[in-house]
């Protein structure tokens, strides 16, 4: 390969001209080729195990209240009244024999029923369970390197 050029300044040749030479110097490039493998470089054991946890949790609890109204009736009534609803309040006819010189029922009392849904709050303790993991790593051959439990997240 020839690296000398010879170059005229003009593009007529005459002898008196003065000829440059020029030097090229060839620019060469390396390129690299990467592989990759997998290769075991160590193993993991996992454990878990479980642990009591004591935690206080509020547990909503409902709760019905009745209230019991007596109200004075005392009224003859010719048969037996039947228990009714008067609104959201049960009523329940309560009735006596009394002796005359007849038998009549007398509606002595009526027992007025109530309900209300009452929530209230309370704390239990509770024993629950939670699974902790460990994940230890065991070194594979000598040029892996060794990782510990620190390495493994």
Not at 87 to 109: A, F, S
């Amino acid at each position: 390969m020839n690296n000398k050029q010879v170059i005229n300044s003009n593009s007529e040749n005459t002898p008196n001209e003065r000829q440059e030479s020029v030097n090229i110097i060839p620019v060469i490039e390396e390129t690299a080729t990467i592989e990759k493998r997998v290769v075991e470089s160590g193993k993991v054991r996992i454990s878990k195990h479980a642990v009591e946890v004591e935690e206080v949790v509020d547990v909503p609890l409902l709760s019905e209240k009745v209230s019991v109204e007596r109200v004075p009736v005392n009224q003859v009534v010719a048969e037996r009244l039947p228990t009714r609803y008067d609104g959201d309040t049960l009523i329940i006819p309560v009735i006596e024999e009394q002796v005359v010189l007849q038998k009549r029922l007398v509606l002595v009392e009526e027992l007025h029923i109530k309900k209300q849904t009452v929530e209230s709050h309370t704390s239990e303790r509770l024993t629950l369970l939670k699974e902790k993991v460990e994940v230890t790593r065991i070194a594979g051959d000598e040029n892996s390197g060794v990782r510990t439990n620190d390495d493994v997240k």
